[in-house]
């Protein structure tokens, strides 16, 4: 397998490509790092390659709030300047010019 770059970097605002959800990315996995009956439960006619970044999102839709794992052709940069309103984002990090960042006081140093 071959190892790519990451596009997207933590605290960057994404969408996803097909499904109506948005999200702050929070961590980065160079490949594919989920369980196997994760991989699994995805349709083999639309299962990503798994040899790309996978992004840990903080994810919303209209309805709800929740952690997302994505694959990186899956999402685009989402330019809505729209902020993020998923409580754990509110709790963790900080804004400044529409890109997320950890606070100092989360602990967290990315």
């Known amino acids: 397998m071959k190892m790519r770059n990451a596009k997207f970097a933590i605290g960057d605002i994404v969408r996803h490509r097909v499904f109506p959800f948005r999200g702050v990315i929070f961590d980065v996995d160079p490949e594919f790092a ?10 083999a006619e639309i299962r990503p390659s798994r040899d790309q970044p996978f992004y840990h999102l903080f994810a919303e839709n209209e309805d709800t709030e929740y952690v997302a794992y ?33 606070k ?3 602990g967290i140093f990315h």
């Open 34 to 43: 989920n369980t196997e009956e994760w991989w699994n439960a995805i349709p």
């Open 70 to 102: 994505v694959s990186e052709q899956n999402l685009v940069p989402d330019e809505s300047g729209k902020p993020i309103r998923h409580p754990q984002v509110r709790a963790l990090m900080d804004v400044e010019q529409g890109h997320y960042r950890w």
């Open 104 to 106: 100092e006081e989360s």
